[in-house]
């Protein structure tokens, strides 16, 4: 617990708690919906889409909420993806459950930019 005035964070994401209707891994996409708050994003909540589940969030709302998933809303995060993802790519939700792919045609439903090419996980900015 720390009380004062910070002037930096040793990791790069803004998180909140939200209650999942499962345990997630770090990096999957998630989406308001299922029969919690949250569960994982696929195309079809592609409109939903806030964040992906955080490990390190340099900041932590509602962290008092019990048994409750950070999901990075900002800032520098790992992201699970489907398919070959390009340095500077937008992604979007796959067709894969709590997996991101790459569509630089579908701008509005891209929640975050690729900041390293991959597959698998790639580190990436949530928009």
């Known amino acids: 617990l720390f009380n004062g005035t910070a002037t930096s964070a040793r ?5 909140e708690k939200y209650l999942a209707d499962a345990a997630y891994d770090v990096g ?12 994982a994003a696929d195309a079809s909540t592609a409109h ?14 509602n962290s008092d909420l019990e048994g409750g998933t950070a999901i990075a809303l900002k800032g520098r995060v790992p992201v699970k993806v489907i398919g070959d993802i390009n340095k500077g790519d937008r992604l979007v939700p796959s067709g894969t459950p709590g997996h991101a792919t790459a569509d630089n045609n579908d701008s509005g439903r891209a929640f975050a930019i690729a900041l390293e090419s991959g597959t698998n996980i790639v580190e990436a900015i949530i928009l």
């Not at 990791?11 to 998180?15: C, G, K, N, P, S």
């Not at 939903?48 to 709302?61: D, K």
């Open 28 to 39: 999957t996409v998630i989406a308001v919906g299922g029969p919690a708050e949250v569960t």
């Open 48 to 61: 939903s889409v806030i964040g992906v589940v955080s490990e390190f969030p340099a900041y932590l709302m």
């Open 11 to 15: 990791y790069a994401d803004l998180a």
